[in-house]
């Protein structure tokens, strides 16, 4: 039973503080892949292309993680699950803005939860057995790059309950939102300490589920809410004379005039190929730190220091990046704030 609008506008302050946190911990997550990377490796997922693609090279060229044997096809293979984790966590904002607009925030919510805590779920189920059930990381990685955008998207909607910090509140949710990418070093901290991969990840999905119920006790219906904003700009205009009509607005813009302006089509062009160089950067960063290591031979033999200088250096430069965008965002959404400006 979904709760009234006036019960989720009390507890609107629950509900956006939970909201930042279930954004750091659940949603761009994917962001932090080298990390993943790392602890898919000493799990074992794909090591079997490094012995089936083996042709007379000493077993000592190997790196090892785990116990596993690490090469440059497990590697490839496992980026390309990120990649199509990546482009999910991007190109399902079009379809989820339909959707919302036609079933509002709370049912996509659900299933974007749903969604992680299925990936979650898949990836510990996997890593019981990394030979036969490797493949599952794609199905991983796509639910959990859909169910962060989700969990995103919708988080979004919450400023307006807010007022006149609705701006300082829309960046503090943004600001989570590139903050997650810290999830995965965390996670992997807690690896390195001895932790079980299998039982993060299982403790991960039971966090999940948490996600889901406060959603279900929380989020009020679509339909409610907008009864609720309908009768009460009414009340305030007067202008309506039956409560279910919508007054159309005099300056309203139709949206295939909006979608075809040049402002609106310049700034889809600049942000996709923004959004891809980062992805694209992020997935090959590994790779090109190693080439500056190994300086192209294939043959040199790298100690596990080495390595292990190579994957530090990279998540220090996400992480630098990472909080660099949540600490500027509060004091970006505080000047509209300050300004009385509107957003749009």
Not at 165 to 178: Q, V
Not at 235 to 262: D, Y
Request: some cysteine; aromatic content about 12%.
């Amino acid at each position: 039973m979904a709760p009234s609008l006036a019960l989720a506008y009390r507890r609107r302050w629950w509900m956006a503080v939970s909201a930042i946190f279930e954004n750091l911990f659940f949603s761009a997550v994917l962001l932090g892949w080298g990390s993943l990377l790392i602890m898919l490796k000493s799990e074992g997922f794909y090591s079997h292309l490094c012995t089936e693609n083996l042709t007379g090279a000493p077993n000592e060229s190997f790196i090892y993680y785990n116990g596993w044997p690490s090469c440059i096809e497990q590697e490839e293979v496992l980026n390309l699950g990120f990649t199509i984790g990546s482009f999910l966590l991007s190109a399902a904002t079009m379809p989820l803005g339909l959707l919302m607009d036609r079933f509002g925030p709370r049912p996509v919510r659900l299933v974007g939860s749903s969604c992680f805590a299925a990936s979650c779920a898949v990836m510990a189920a996997a890593a019981y057995n990394p030979r036969v059930f490797s493949i599952l990381i794609f199905l991983a990685v796509c639910l959990n790059g859909f169910g962060g955008i989700c969990l995103t998207f919708t988080s979004l909607t919450l400023p307006n309950m807010f007022g006149n910090i609705r701006s300082t509140i829309l960046s503090l949710m943004i600001g989570s939102y590139a903050s997650s990418a810290v999830t995965f070093p965390g996670v992997k901290l807690i690896y390195d300490l001895g932790a079980s991969f299998r039982v993060i990840m299982w403790v991960w999905t039971g966090l999940a589920c948490m996600v889901i119920l406060n959603c279900l006790l929380n989020w009020p219906d679509f339909a409610e809410m907008s009864l609720h904003l309908l009768k009460r700009a009414s009340s305030l205009k007067g202008s309506c004379s039956h409560p279910r009509l919508i007054c159309p607005s005099p300056a309203s813009v139709p949206l295939c005039r909006s979608v075809c302006s040049p402002i609106f089509l310049w700034s889809v062009v600049t942000m996709a190929i923004t959004q891809l160089r980062v992805i694209f950067f992020m997935g090959a960063m590994n790779k090109m730190l190693e080439f500056l290591v190994i300086h192209g031979d294939p043959h040199r033999k790298n100690s596990h220091l080495r390595e292990s200088k190579r994957h530090c250096g990279a998540e220090v430069l996400r992480f630098c990046f990472c909080r660099s965008g949540s600490y500027q965002t509060p004091q970006g959404g505080s000047v509209p704030n300050a300004h009385g400006c509107t957003l749009r």
